[in-house]
Antibody, heavy 122, light 106 residues
Framework: QLQLQESGPGLVKPSETLSLTCTLS??????????WGWIRQPPGKGLEWIGT????????YNSSLKSRVTISVDTSKDHFFSLKLTSVTAADTAVYYC?????????????WGQGTLVTVSS | VLTQSPGTLSLSPGERVILSCRAS???????LAWYQQKPGQAPRLLIY???SRATGIPDRFSGSGSGTDFTLIISRLEPEDFAVYYC?????????FGQGTKVEIK
C-alpha cells in the first residue's frame, strides 16, 4: 500500500524559501505512468494545485506560482521528491499536501499525504 | 473555473444529497473527479471519470454529468458523510478544484 508523508519546517519567515519533502513508502517515484504533485490549502479555504512532476524531470506548475516554485526529484533516491517555494509571504500559509497524480486515462489524485501546515510569519 | 453549489447544505442522516459542479468551459468526462475531505484529513478520492467510484467507495455515492455540468449524488446520508466535497478538473497540464460544498448536520 502506497503511503506519502510530507516533512519540513512548520514555520518560515517572510521573504525566505519554503522547502518540503515528500517521502514514499510502498512505491517508487520512477513507477511508469505516475506523476507526483503538490497541492496546498490555506486555513479554512479550498484546494490549490501547485505543480506536478514526472520522474524524468518534466514539470508543470500553476501559472500563478510558476516564478517561485520548483518541484524536483533525485532519481538516485527514488522515494523522495521535493517542493521549493521562494519569497514567501503570509498568503503562502497553508497545509501542503503531496499526492500521486494519474493524468491518464482518467485524471485523478489517488494517494495523498496527511499534509503539513506551513506558517509564514516573522 | 469550477463553480460548486450550494456552498453549504444542512441535512439530516438518511437524506439524499445532490451536489453540483459547473465548469466555465467544457470538460472531458475523463478529467472530472470528486473528493471528500473531513476536518484535519487529506482529501479522499471518491469519483473519477465523472462516474466511476474509486476503490472502496460505497455505492451510495454516484457521479454523473458531461460537458460543463457534473453532479455528485449521495443516495442516503450516513453520519460519516458529513464533510466538504470538492470537484476537480484536469485541463492539461493544469489541475483545478472547485471551492467546495460543505455538507453539515442539520
Amino acid at each position: 500500500q502506497l503511503q506519502l508523508q510530507e516533512s519540513g519546517p512548520g514555520l518560515v519567515k517572510p521573504s525566505e524559501t519554503l522547502s518540503l519533502t515528500c517521502t514514499l513508502s510502498g512505491g517508487s517515484i520512477t513507477s511508469s505512468g505516475y506523476y507526483w504533485g503538490w497541492i496546498r490549502q490555506p486555513p479554512g479555504k479550498g484546494l490549490e494545485w501547485i505543480g506536478t512532476m514526472y520522474y524524468t524531470g518534466t514539470t508543470y506548475y500553476n501559472s500563478s506560482l510558476k516564478s517561485r516554485v520548483t518541484i524536483s526529484v533525485d532519481t538516485s533516491k527514488d522515494h523522495f521528491f521535493s517542493l521549493k517555494l521562494t519569497s514567501v509571504t503570509a498568503a503562502d500559509t497553508a497545509v501542503y499536501y503531496c499526492a500521486r497524480v494519474v493524468p491518464e486515462p482518467a485524471a485523478l489524485l489517488d494517494y495523498w499525504g496527511q499534509g503539513t501546515l506551513v506558517t509564514v510569519s516573522s | 473555473v469550477l463553480t460548486q453549489s450550494p456552498g453549504t447544505l444542512s441535512l439530516s442522516p438518511g437524506e439524499r444529497v445532490i451536489l453540483s459542479c459547473r465548469a466555465s468551459q467544457s470538460v472531458s468526462s475523463n478529467y472530472l473527479a470528486w473528493y471528500q475531505q473531513k476536518p484535519g484529513q487529506a482529501p479522499r478520492l471518491l469519483i473519477y471519470g465523472a462516474s466511476s467510484r474509486a476503490t472502496g467507495i460505497p455505492d451510495r455515492f454516484s457521479g454523473s454529468g458531461s460537458g460543463t455540468d457534473f453532479t455528485l449524488i449521495i443516495s442516503r446520508l450516513e453520519p460519516e458523510d458529513f464533510a466538504v466535497y470538492y470537484c476537480q478538473q484536469y485541463d492539461p497540464p493544469a489541475w483545478t478544484f472547485g471551492q467546495g460544498t460543505k455538507v453539515e448536520i442539520k
